[in-house]
């Protein structure tokens, strides 16, 4: 993989899980479950694939810290009066 292909991943991992721990925040209304669920990521990958390089790991570190940014923000949101369906 290409240098410049892992500098636009990183960004785009951290949107994606950080989009979809968004939206499982709001329909669940539960603010950690995405957090909690993504670390098992590298689990089933490790499971499915058999070996993990860095760049797998690093993809799913950045798409598990999405996921937990995700988490703050709901909570930081629903401490402060905003109320998500």
Do not use: E
């Not at 721990?21 to 950690?32: C, D, Q, R, Y």
């Not at 694939?49 to 949101?77: F, H, K, N, P």
């Amino acid at each position: 993989m290409y240098w410049i292909q892992i500098l636009i991943a990183i960004p785009l991992f951290l949107v994606l899980f950080f989009s979809i721990g968004f939206i499982l925040n709001m329909i669940l209304k539960t603010t950690w479950l995405p957090g909690w669920l993504s670390l098992l990521m590298p689990v089933i990958g490790w499971l499915y694939l058999g070996r993990l390089t860095w760049l797998d790991l690093l993809m799913m570190a950045v798409g598990i810290l999405g996921a937990w940014i995700s988490g703050w923000v709901m909570r930081y949101l629903r401490t402060h009066g905003y109320q998500m369906f």
